[in-house]
């Protein structure tokens, strides 16, 4: 009796530590693949925007960057480009425009409103610069622009 309780006890401790290595592996394998995006936006060549908003106390799925290389939609609907589950985004939140070397973003009709630089924006086209701090939903990003 003894020993068949020995023997499931090392096959559970096995199991359980190699379900510790595996999630040390995926929490390694997605550190580097953040650090990739990263390297590929700060790279110079697009705008990009930066979550501010510490993204492991947000119980949704989000990224760190977003790159703005071309218009961009973001909301919680899965047509957006950027689709982020937060409950305060509705499904089509913002977008994102860049006209000749511009960047605008403009409000798609949200409950909860965008806001840039702590001011409520509407429907008409708001120029953004370079560190300016854009709010949507519960989140707040600062857009990254190398001139």
């Given amino acids: 009796m003894f020993?068949?309780?020995?023997t499931i006890l090392k096959y559970v401790f096995a199991?359980?530590?190699?379900?510790?290595?595996?999630?040390?592996?995926?929490?390694?394998?997605?550190?580097?693949?953040?650090?990739?995006?990263?390297?590929v936006s700060s790279s110079g060549k697009h705008p990009y925007l930066k979550l501010l908003n510490i993204r492991e106390e947000l119980p949704f799925k989000v990224e760190e960057i977003y790159i703005l290389d071309g218009n961009?939609?973001?909301g919680r609907s899965n047509d957006n480009e950027f689709v982020i589950k937060d409950p305060f985004l509705s499904g089509r939140h913002a977008e994102f425009l860049l006209k000749d070397g511009m960047i605008y973003v403009k409000d798609r009709g949200s409950k909860n409103g965008t806001f840039v630089n702590n001011e409520r924006i509407g429907s008409t086209e708001v120029c953004i610069n370079n560190g300016d701090r854009i709010q949507v939903g519960s989140l707040s990003f600062i857009l990254i622009k190398d001139e």
């Fill in 3 to 6: 020993e068949t309780l020995s």
């Fill in 15 to 39: 199991i359980i530590i190699y379900i510790f290595i595996y999630s040390i592996i995926r929490l390694i394998y997605l550190d580097i693949r953040s650090m990739s995006a990263k390297a």
């Fill in 72 to 74: 961009k939609t973001i």
